[in-house]
């Protein structure tokens, strides 16, 4: 038994090394030092979002370079929550707790929301996602993501299906991992409210990161469904297509969200069926001569920021709050940011097609408006299907 | 479910292959190579970094995955049998656990977590039966299991080659003083088996989804396989591999079972454990 | 040099003030600790109960579990389904419910799992993580779909508390595993991973002792699992992923979790190495890698931290332990041998066209020793193994005291007073002389007792580790272990193999005595005729699986048939 005794005394010195590591920080407590804001990301594991943090560092980097806020730099904190729920309970410990940030900024990940917002709520710290996935992000009251999110999007995407293109028979396969089914039925519900139609056939079984989605597709095949409406992350849909191009379905229709946009998926899909359509979140980033994107896009190319939809969330949460902050007469500490989100002015962007504001609402799910593109067989690269936003009607 | 068991076809041939794969280890260098999907894994992607980003034709970077594939194997190989020549197969399996984290988390390292733009070498339907389409790439691992399997059984049981294999296997210690050289045999195992690997998975990777990790896990599957065959038997691997793949299609057109889905090679596998054992047997060994 | 082990006080307190100590220190970093490490430190405490679960399964009993988070899964299942339903008796209660759910899901499991041995609980496990990893996230954990989050105790309620509360758990179930590691389980579950013939020839049951070992195990995990989801406040199913199972298992093995504080060390490194990688800027993927990394080279070089720090630390007395068998015994009387107490009748067994034994007749006689003697593969080891029921396939009858024992099984057959010893080294090397005599002996037995027996065959002291006794001495622990167990027989095959050629008739002085002594009869296998000689009334010989003579002693070794068949080189005799 001596050696737990040993091991306590190693546990301890290892502790206490790195308790002493930690001081190094500094806090922004108020005066004249840095302004602390951080983000708790994917950045590694199975599934990582690396690009809004990045374009977030980026924005902050340029406001430091032009002499900071108020003569204050910005120190942007970027932590790494390794789709470990334990781990992005600490990192929001470490960056709110430990080294005092004002706000949080451009944080993307699948769980931060869910597991942090309590925290953030007693804390009194606001957070502006970059990437909002998880419903907590959208109805709690400490959390108001810059992007649509992928409950709406799915209510624009059938939106986009039923009454632009003209088709029925839509079918849902959802891959459901957390507690999301509520949130994605209550889209379905809100599309079916407005156009009166309802899904010929809804699968909520679809496996998150399966292997072979064969048996799913001719499930929805001999359902009868026309075009297919799915959830998923890119690997997943990649199978998906996959799947349906080696059954010879070459005729579906496929309605999917923000989470597939992306040049990579676009290479890798050979066989898009009747076509891939997606409400692009922010004004697609692939309509390279756009005036909309002309600031982002040259940021992110100087830092080499790889431009996706993650990129576009985290540059516009980064400059919503620069925006706010500024106009913040007298110290600039989390008290008084928190109070100027709560009261801010909406924020008009042409990368968006809703203004945004934080305000005080219980819950921030206000942002209705994507931007439809389509991915056809064979052409590798993502093309604007219409000229102006796509918006879930107002009641 | 006709339909499903069609679908569940390709999988079930990529289950037989493996299984295949990791009942020739356990037999005849006493490994469970839990590793097996995983060198198929990183060879694959370094198939697709080659063809994208050195410009490689398709056909060319996969070659060299699948020779890079078989390397990996064989050096594995090479590591077990020179430190753990004399270990059980508990402890030698167990490297193979440690390499399996290793590729999955390097593999996050080198090529990211975005889906790989995968050029699939064969893509489309081959025929249809009942109006479900049997495509191409089921109808290749199918035949490519059954095709290694035979050609495996007629290596071992027909060739010199073989009749070395099998004595190392069986009597190592009197094969070495025969002068049967113990450790290259292995690593040739340990080789083919990983070009084996790697190439099923190749042709299957382009066609389902190819992130790292659910490639890796296709493991779990082909040991339920490999366990029909008692991890001896390679007639029994393949049919274990192709019912599993079946059945687990079948499972997926019933919404109440999708769960069950998950959990099928699991029951196998504990299903197998209890038929094959309702005799306690003592080995010499222990 | 003192052959007792140390007192009772010593045994069960200084793991008691060593445990509260941990407690105050706990306490105290609770209380000195920055916020943030507070919080980390409990992520620690979450990884090293699970460690020391996995101690007990790959580091004591020797198996591969693959699936330690999954059972961390049912823990946190358990407590946040009972927080959802608002269950009486708070976190405490429901954290103990957690982890006895999780054990039985372990039994569950590795009930099949456990028979054959192997890699089979390798496959079974990493199919399970594999499965439960899917199915949880479809159907997610209770409470996490309307955000009810588990409510910590009140007195622990903030984090600082809670880390307390955290060691405090840690602390109690490494006391736990402390003393489980000493009772009969404990020494089972190292028997088991040394050798299941020899955990079988002791009477105990294979399947109990690994059986025991995984649940415990999985309790663990399960414990674990519950304090995860009051750390976090909800369960996730990201926090059991099938990775972090393998990557916990080859932290496990890298630091050598069956010894208690490596375990915690262990959980040290689980946070302190992605928490470096971070502070280095790595990326965090890195830190699996270097996990593979060190756990190849743990497996590899058969090392690990926590064998390494411990060479260090003791680097004095490393010599081997051997046997004093010099002074002759003291005399007793021997008495004459009575009716015969095992009787095998036409005992024959077939490896398919081999006939290793065919109609064996013998018989040994109460307070007795038979001798068997034999060429090399006249089949004096497979009879062993048959008359202790380790050839179930074998026809013939094998009656102890009148009894049949047919169809038994080989722990059944030690229980009913039939003991056996083996030519190879089957003592396990992680426990002490003592805890091993203790298990084989399966009786209560004075330290007294254990000491004058281990005298008498001029073993080790009790208190000596069998890691650092020779394998002559070794055997003849086992034969002291097996002699306590007070059998009606023991069957001792080669006992002397391993000693020095001049001790042999020293044992065998002591061999002799042996009826007289332990009232055990014995049937005894050796090559030295000399010892044979020395030691048995009665001789048997067996030839091809048959038998060539039997009879007194005398007769039989002038027996022309014996010597011309069986010894060849008669200068021998």
Redesign the interface.
């Known amino acids: 038994m001596r050696k737990i005794m040993r091991s306590v005394a190693v546990a301890a010195a290892v502790t206490l090394v790195a308790a002493g590591c930690a001081d190094s920080g500094g806090g922004s407590g108020s005066g004249s030092g840095p302004i602390v804001v951080g983000s708790v990301n994917a950045l590694s594991g199975a599934a990582t979002f690396p690009e809004a943090s990045a374009a977030a560092k980026a924005v902050f980097d340029a406001a430091n370079a032009s002499g900071g806020v108020n003569g204050r730099q910005i120190q942007y904190k970027a932590l790494d929550d390794k789709g470990d729920p334990a781990a992005a309970a600490t990192a929001a410990r470490e960056v709110v707790g430990a080294d005092n940030a004002v706000a949080l900024v451009g944080s993307s990940s699948l769980i931060e929301c869910e597991i942090n917002n309590k925290y953030y709520e007693q804390q009194k710290i606001l957070s502006i996602s970059g990437i909002g996935v998880d419903p907590a992000c959208f109805n709690s009251p400490n959390i108001s993501p810059a992007n649509v999110g992928p409950y709406h999007d799915m209510t624009l995407t059938l939106l986009y299906g039923s009454e632009v293109l003209k088709l029925d028979n839509i079918c849902a396969l959802l891959e459901i991992a957390g507690n999301t089914l509520p949130s994605y039925q209550a889209a379905i519900d809100e599309w079916t409210k407005i156009t009166g139609k309802k899904l010929t056939y809804l699968d909520a079984t679809v496996p998150y990161g399966g292997s072979d989605y064969t048996s799913y597709i001719v499930k929805a095949r001999s359902a009868g469904c026309k075009a297919i409406t799915v959830n998923p992350v890119e690997p997943d849909s990649i199978g998906q297509l996959k799947a349906a191009a080696a059954q010879g379905w070459n005729d579906v229709t496929w309605l999917l969200l923000t989470s597939v946009y992306s040049e990579n998926y676009a290479k890798a899909v050979s066989n898009a069926g009747a076509g891939v359509y997606v409400p692009a979140e922010f004004y697609p980033f692939t309509d390279a001569a756009s005036s909309q994107n002309k600031e982002w896009r040259e940021l992110m190319t100087k830092n080499n920021i790889p431009l996706t939809s993650f990129s576009q969330g985290g540059y516009l949460a980064a400059k919503y709050f620069l925006q706010v902050i500024k106009g913040i007469q007298g110290d600039i500490n989390r008290e008084s940011v928190t109070k100027a989100l709560q009261e801010m002015q909406p924020i008009t962007d042409p990368m968006v097609g809703t203004p945004y504001v934080f305000g005080k609402g219980k819950t921030h799910h206000d942002n209705t408006a994507g931007w439809p593109i389509k991915l056809t067989t064979g052409s590798n690269k993502w093309e604007l299907a219409a000229d102006d936003w796509l918006r879930i009607p107002k009641n | 479910m006709l339909q499903g068991a069609l679908a569940g076809l390709a999988a079930g041939g990529l289950y037989a292959v493996l299984a295949v794969c990791l009942t020739l280890m356990s037999r005849l260098v006493r490994v469970v190579n839990f590793a097996q999907s995983a060198t198929g894994m990183f060879g694959c992607y370094v198939a697709v970094y080659l063809s994208v980003h050195a410009g490689l034709p398709t056909w060319a970077a996969t070659v060299v995955g699948i020779l890079l594939g078989g390397a990996l194997s064989a050096l594995l190989g090479w590591i077990i049998s020179t430190w753990l020549a004399e270990a059980d197969i508990g402890t030698r399996s167990a490297v193979t656990v440690a390499v399996l984290l290793l590729l999955i988390s390097l593999s996050f390292i080198l090529f990211g977590n975005k889906p790989q733009p995968f050029h699939p070498i064969l893509d489309g339907p081959a025929f249809s039966v009942n109006g479900v389409v049997v495509s191409q790439v089921t109808v290749v691992t199918v035949v490519l299991s059954v095709a290694i399997a035979v050609g495996c059984r007629a290596l071992l049981g027909r060739t010199s080659f073989g009749l070395e294999l099998r004595a190392l296997s069986e009597r190592p210690t009197t094969a070495e003083l025969m002068g049967i050289p113990a450790k290259p045999l292995a690593v040739a195992v340990w080789a083919v088996t990983g070009l084996l690997s790697t190439l099923v998975i190749s042709i299957v990777a382009p066609s389902q989804s190819n992130d790292a990790t659910s490639l890796s896990m296709l493991v779990v599957p082909a040991a339920a396989a490999a366990l029909l065959g008692g991890f001896r038997r390679l007639d029994l691997a393949v049919v274990g591999g192709l019912v599993l793949g079946m059945a687990q299609g079948a499972v997926a057109q019933v919404d109440s079972l999708s769960v069950v889905r998950y959990f099928l090679p699991f029951l196998v596998i504990v299903g197998l454990l209890l038929w094959s054992q309702r005799k306690e047997v003592w080995d010499v060994a222990r | 040099m003192s052959r007792a082990e140390s007192g009772p006080l010593t045994r069960f307190g ?2 008691l003030v ?2 509260g ?2 407690i105050v ?1 706990g306490y105290l ?1 609770s209380v000195g ?5 507070v ?6 405490i ?1 990884a090293g109960i699970a460690l020391l679960g996995l101690g007990v399964v790959t580091g004591s009993a ?3 579990s ?1 699936c330690q988070l999954t059972f961390a899964a049912v823990g946190a299942w358990v407590v946040s389904g009972l927080n959802r339903i608002g269950a009486p008796g708070g976190f405490l209660v429901w954290l103990v419910c957690g982890g006895i759910a999780a054990g039985l899901v372990g039994v569950l ?1 590795g009930l ?2 456990l ?6 609980l ?3 496990t ?3 993580a ?2 439960a990893d ?2 949880l ?4 954990f209770p409470g ?4 009810v ?1 588990v409510e910590r105790p009140e007195s622990f309620s903030d ?1 600082r508390g809670y880390f307390w509360l955290g060691t405090i758990v840690l602390a109690l179930c ?1 006391l736990l595993v ?1 003393f489980l590691r000493r009772t009969r389980w404990g020494s089972g579950w190292q028997a088991v991973a040394f ?3 020899g955990t079988a020839a002791a009477g105990a049951s294979v399947r109990t002792s690994k059986l025991s070992a995984f649940a415990v195990s999985a309790a663990l995990g399960g414990v674990a699992g519950g304090l ?1 989801t009051g ?9 059991f992923t ?3 199972s ?2 916990l ?2 932290l496990a ?1 890298m630091s050598g979790a069956h ?4 375990a ?2 262990g959980a ?1 490194l689980w946070v ?1 190495v ?2 470096l990688l ?2 280095w800027g790595v ?7 270097v ?3 060190l ?2 080279h743990a ?4 090392g690990n931290l926590g064998t390494a720090v411990r060479e260090l630390w003791r680097r004095r007395s490393k010599e081997a332990a051997g046997v004093e068998l010099t002074a002759p015994p003291a005399e007793v009387d021997v008495p004459p041998p009575g009716e015969p107490v095992l009787v095998v009748r036409d005992l024959s067994v077939n490896f398919g066209e081999v006939k290793a034994l065919s109609g064996v007749h013998l018989a040994v006689p109460s307070n007795g020793v038979l001798g068997v003697i034999g060429p090399n593969g006249a089949g004096k080891s497979t009879l062993v193994d048959i008359i202790s029921g ?3 396939q074998a026809t013939g009858a094998v009656e102890l005291d009148g009894r049949s024992l047919n169809g038994l ?2 722990t059944r057959r030690a229980r009913a007073g039939l003991r056996r010893t083996f030519q190879q080294d089957r003592v396990p090397a992680g426990l002490t002389v003592g805890a091993y005599v203790r298990f084989v002996a399966r009786r209560r037995l004075s330290s007294s007792e254990i000491t004058e027996a281990l005298e008498f065959f001029g073993c080790p002291p009790a208190r000596t580790p069998l890691r650092r006794v020779d394998v002559g001495a070794r055997r003849l622990v086992e034969v002291v272990g097996h002699l306590l167990a007070k059998p009606k027989v023991l069957l001792l095959d080669e006992p002397a193999a391993g000693l020095p050629h001049e001790e042999h008739v020293a044992l065998g002085a002591r061999l002799r005595q042996v009826p007289a002594r332990f009232g055990v009869s014995v049937l005894l296998i050796e090559h030295d005729l000399d010892l044979v000689r020395s030691v048995c009334d009665t001789i048997t010989v067996l030839d091809f699986g048959q038998v060539l003579a039997s009879g007194p002693q005398a007769e039989v070794l002038a027996n022309p048939e014996v010597l011309k068949a069986y010894m060849g080189e008669t200068e021998l005799l």
């Open positions: 200084v793991p060593v445990t100590a941990a220190v970093f600790l920055d916020g943030y490490f919080y980390l430190g409990m992520s620690a979450v020797g198996m591969v693959l499991v099949p799992a028979r054959l041995r192997g890699i089979n390798a496959v079974v990493l199919g399970l594999a499965a899917l199915t996230v479809q159907i997610q996490t779909v309307d955000g989050s984090d490494c402390h050798s299941e013939r995860l750390q976090v406040g909800l369960a996730f199913p990201a926090s099938a990775m972090q393998l990557a298992y080859v093995i010894l208690i504080d490596m915690v060390f040290v302190a992605p928490e971070k502070r990326p965090q993927d890195w830190g699996f890698v996990f593979g990394l756990g190849t497996l590899t070089t058969g380790f050839l179930p099984s080989p």
